[in-house]
C-alpha cells in the first residue's frame, strides 16, 4: 500500500496561487493513479482533478478546469496539484489519494489509500 502526505495548503487572497504536493512512500514502485479531492465545511467531498500512471493522461472537475494543473514527478514519487485563480469557493480541506489503476480514476470509492489532508483557505 502507498502513504500519501500532502503539504502546501494556506491562506491566499482570491486571485492568487498555490501549489499542493502529495508525496508518496510505501510500494510506490507499483503504477498507480493519483487523485486530488477536496471538503468544504457542511459539504460533501468533492473529485478536484486526477492523473494516470505515467502522468499522459489527466481528468478535472469543470469547476476548476483551465485554473488548477495537476502533474507527477514518479522519481520523486511526488504528485502536484498547482492551482491559479484561486477563489473564495476553492476554501477547503484537499486530499490527495492514491488508486491501484493505471488510468485515470474519478471515484472516490477506487481509491485505497488517502493523506491527512491541507487546509486551503482563499479569502475575497
Known amino acids: 500500500q502507498v502513504q500519501l502526505v500532502e503539504s502546501g495548503g494556506g491562506l491566499v487572497q482570491a486571485g492568487g496561487s498555490l501549489r499542493l504536493s502529495c508525496a508518496a512512500s510505501g510500494r510506490t514502485n507499483s503504477r498507480y493513479a493519483v487523485g486530488w479531492f477536496r471538503q468544504a465545511p457542511g459539504k460533501e467531498r468533492e473529485f478536484v482533478a486526477t492523473i494516470n500512471w505515467n502522468g499522459v493522461g489527466t481528468y478535472y472537475a469543470d469547476s476548476v478546469k483551465g485554473r488548477f494543473t495537476i502533474s507527477r514527478d514518479n522519481n520523486r514519487n511526488t504528485v502536484y496539484l498547482q492551482m491559479n485563480g484561486l477563489r473564495p469557493e476553492d476554501t477547503a480541506v484537499y486530499y490527495c489519494?492514491?488508486?491501484?489503476?493505471?488510468?485515470?480514476?474519478?471515484?472516490?470509492?477506487?481509491?485505497?489509500?488517502w493523506g491527512q489532508g491541507t487546509q486551503v483557505t482563499v479569502s475575497s
Open positions: 489519494a492514491a488508486a491501484r489503476y493505471t488510468g485515470v480514476v474519478l471515484t472516490a470509492r477506487d481509491y485505497d489509500s
